[in-house]
């Protein structure tokens, strides 16, 4: 071999090492745990797997869309606070656009996402001194005569310590929609009435939901050691332990103490209230208990029958266990239901399916979407 | 052989042939080595950060001596090496460490640990305890070198010894002294180090409990100046996938809460549950984004040669092995008006001491 060609040989072998290291080092690098994944898609660019008949609005990231077959629509920009969506009949949608660390406000939007009028206005006073002044409204929903209900963090400091700003619990208000909502007319009850009273330190009640024939149910949270919150004892509980109860019927009580009556046991840790088109029907989610202690990491998709007459629920059907299910809705002729709950191996929470969700044998749930961040809020079906 | 060739010709051209098969097989050696250097240096270099940060976060050593045994409480052991399948002891430790206070007169700069869970990993059994310590357990205070203090807050000894591993080490000396137990290990994290660490695994998944609520967060994590600023916070209930900073609003706020720290302290528990969860999916190539995320934000004394079997035990252990214990009433009295004016806990240490041997046995 001559010299030059020695040379050549030489070389192409240290390019070769070179390339080899740099290999090692770019195969270590694509090592990563998909399940680490950070990002998910734009909505507007993920794959629908299961078109759905009707329309789909949901929150996701802070934005609003809307999914109709397999196309996705942004309604409102991502990052931007917006959360919990719900039917305005006839009109378009009701959402509460959050600005983060301080406060939020609702709005009343086109179909197509268009503000169309603010509903509640926050002092906006955000400066350290003044946080107190701000407020939290959430869980909007529309009843018959155009009633709306929402959770608003008001009274805050309770009567056992009216001065002690620390106290920050959700109550249940009732008003007419279109009245103005704010700190003033919700302290004067100025068009605005108080329909729950929170249990002091628990986070309140929430997600009021009408009946058709007047009244609501509601989600209670309660300290599960505290007999006169919880309809009855909790197994195991222990100090710094919460439960929610679906409750009907709250009557503002000054005590905070267990308003309303129980549908639910709180044992059973249920929340996230939905209820069919004929209100014959209730889904929720539920805290399964896993190796003899409540879990934290899983919920179980729950459907009862419900007799509004009586105020009373049948024997609760968990259709679907071993996840994290949220915020169930049903789809317009009350058969179908729609849930969230992380893809496998991947914790954003993406929209999932059940036919014939109140008929026994449950279907196996399917998953509708992919790559969303759902953020928890009910998705919204219509026809 | 060729005819009319002489023997003697016919070796002389033979012999230089066999000279270049020893260049040749240490040409192929070289090549060999060349193409290991390559590699070594390649993933070294992938490594390099991670190198770095365990350098400078991992393998502290504890400084204390074994706690003073008490009357009635079981003899403790020497450290037990997490290389074997005995018990051990880990104490989490979260705390500021920005040093936000230095202005407002402290002077260390260093307030207190936010948290203390004291964990016990038994590798045989399979199974995991956590211990939460509320944090303003009236107890007496040790100094990092295992020198006793005055009294005050068991969250409070971090600060006076400087926070840092002093702190840290200051920390472990009075639980050990207090609640008579052997702290094999600690792993110390900042708030921006749990922030990060959380964002890095891509979030946790969780079921929040219950509205979380307080309109006097402490406003800390985002360049604030004034040590006292203040946020709002409103966590909803539900599964939900959380970032760092929601999941650290989540385990931090404490002013809307049930007893006090019990709740909080019951919502980082969780959200350890939920992180070892996602731990325990971590592979290779991981690592390195880790270690440059909590670069600074953690410090431990677990050497990094036994990160990867804490990790293969992590993976191990069932959700429904781990035992949630918690030190609450009547274990203790809150008295609003301790010395100086503090909220306080007065402790039972007795059946305090009680609790924890049931669960934290000497090994």
């Known amino acids: ?383 | 052989m060729s005819p009319g060739r002489s023997p003697e010709s016919a070796r002389s051209r033979r012999a230089p042939r066999r000279h270049p098969r020893i260049p040749r097989v240490r040409s192929i050696l070289l090549v060999l080595l060349g193409f290991i250097l390559s590699g070594v240096v390649g993933a070294l270099s992938f490594f390099w950060p991670t190198i770095t940060a365990a350098v400078g976060a991992t393998g502290h050593s504890i400084q204390v001596t074994a706690p003073t045994v008490l009357p009635g409480s079981p003899t403790a052991t020497p450290a037990a090496a997490t290389g074997s399948s005995a018990p051990f002891t880990v104490l989490l430790l979260g705390s500021d460490n920005d040093g936000k206070f230095t202005t407002a007169g402290s002077t260390s700069g260093f307030c207190c640990t936010q948290s203390m869970i004291l964990v016990r990993v038994d590798p045989t059994a399979g199974t995991v305890t956590m211990l939460s310590i509320p944090r303003d357990l009236w107890v007496t205070l040790y100094s990092a070198s295992g020198k006793q203090l005055t009294a005050g807050k068991v969250s409070q000894a971090f600060g006076p010894a400087g926070g840092g591993t002093s702190g840290i080490d200051a920390e472990i000396a009075t639980v050990e002294q207090d609640f008579q137990v052997q702290v094999d290990h600690y792993v110390w994290i900042g708030l921006q180090g749990l922030i990060n660490l959380i964002d890095e695994v891509g979030g946790i998944d969780i079921v929040a409990s219950h509205p979380v609520m307080d309109d006097n967060y402490p406003y800390d994590v985002a360049g604030s100046t004034n040590p006292n600023a203040a946020d709002r916070v409103a966590v909803l209930p539900g599964a939900q996938h959380m970032g760092g900073l929601e999941a650290l609003e989540y385990v931090r706020s404490r002013h809307d809460d049930l007893s006090e720290d019990i709740g909080r302290n019951v919502r980082q528990q969780q959200v350890l549950v939920a992180l070892r969860q996602k731990l325990s999916q971590l592979s290779l190539g991981d690592i390195n984004n880790l270690a440059s995320a909590l670069s600074g934000e953690v410090l431990t004394d677990v050497p990094l040669t036994q990160f990867s079997l804490l990790l293969g035990i992590s993976k191990d252990i069932e959700s429904g092995s781990i035992q949630h214990v918690y030190i609450a009433p009547p274990l203790y009295t809150d008295d609003p008006n301790g010395p100086g004016g503090q909220d306080i806990s007065v402790p039972d240490m007795s059946a305090i001491r009680a609790l924890v041997h049931r669960y934290f046995p000497a090994t």
């Open chain 1, 1 to 383: 071999m001559s010299r030059s060609r020695r040379l050549l040989t030489w070389l192409v072998l240290l390019v070769l090492m070179a390339a080899f290291g740099a290999g090692v080092n770019r195969y270590l690098a694509s090592g990563d745990a998909t399940a680490f994944a950070p990002a998910t898609q734009r909505p507007t660019h993920t794959n629908v797997k299961l078109p759905l008949p009707g329309t789909v609005y949901f929150a996701d990231d802070g934005g609003l869309f809307a999914m109709t077959g397999t196309h996705i629509t942004q309604l409102q920009a991502e990052g931007r606070g917006w959360t919990q969506p719900v039917l305005l009949p006839g009109v378009g949608l009701l959402a509460i656009k959050v600005t983060a660390n301080y406060y939020s406000d609702l709005y009343e939007l086109d179909p197509n996402g268009r503000v169309e009028a603010q509903l509640s206005h926050d002092s906006g006073k955000v400066t350290a001194t003044a946080l107190g002044a701000d407020d939290w409204i959430y869980y909007p929903a529309v009843g018959p005569g155009n009633t709306l209900y929402f959770a608003y963090d008001w009274p805050k400091g309770g009567l056992d310590d009216p001065n002690n700003g620390l106290q920050v619990d959700l109550s249940i208000w009732e008003t007419t929609l279109g009245n103005q909502i704010t700190r003033t007319n919700v302290q004067n009850s100025s068009g605005i009435t108080q329909q729950s009273w929170a249990n002091y330190y628990t986070g309140g009640d929430i997600s009021p939901v009408p009946l058709l024939g007047g009244g609501l149910i509601y989600v209670d949270y309660e300290a599960a050691t505290d007999n006169s919150e919880v309809s009855t004892p909790v197994p195991g509980a222990g100090p710094g332990d919460e439960v929610s109860q679906i409750r009907t019927d709250p009557t503002p009580n000054p005590n905070g103490k267990g308003d309303g009556t129980p549908l639910t046991q709180p044992g059973d840790d249920c929340a996230q209230p939905a209820l069919n088109a004929a209100q014959t029907e209730i889904a929720m989610v539920c805290t399964p208990v896993v190796n003899g202690a409540p879990s934290s990491t899983e919920s179980d998709l729950v459907v009862a029958s419900f007799d509004a007459a009586t105020g009373t629920l049948g024997p609760l059907d968990r259709i679907v266990t071993g996840t994290m299910a949220a915020s169930p809705t049903w789809s317009t002729d009350g058969t179908d239901l729609l849930y969230e709950a992380p893809e496998a191996g991947d914790g954003y929470l993406e929209l999932w399916y059940v036919k014939d969700a109140a008929t026994t044998p449950v279907a196996q749930p399917k998953q509708v979407t992919t790559d969303l961040d759902l953020d928890g809020s009910p998705p919204v079906w219509t026809p």
